[in-house]
């Protein structure tokens, strides 16, 4: 339990990263109609199963530039 306490100062702020830029990523999904690659339900299943990761790709991969 110590070991965790310790972490903590690193854990929360990579927490609050991933859950920021999953929330970033699912709101621009929801609120555009193109993409790259795939369909708005392969992305929105990537970017919320596939932890931080899965945003990243959407934004690389999947995101058309309007």
């Not at 970033?24 to 392969?42: D, F, M, Q």
């Amino acid at each position: 339990m110590n070991e965790i306490m310790e972490m903590l100062p690193f854990l929360i702020p990579l927490a609050l990263a991933q859950y920021g830029l999953m929330a970033y990523a699912v709101v621009h999904i929801l609120t555009h109609k193109n993409y790259k690659r795939g369909s708005r339900a392969l992305w929105l299943i990537v970017s919320i199963l596939v932890n931080f990761i899965g945003p990243i790709l959407y934004f690389v991969l999947g995101r058309e530039d309007a």
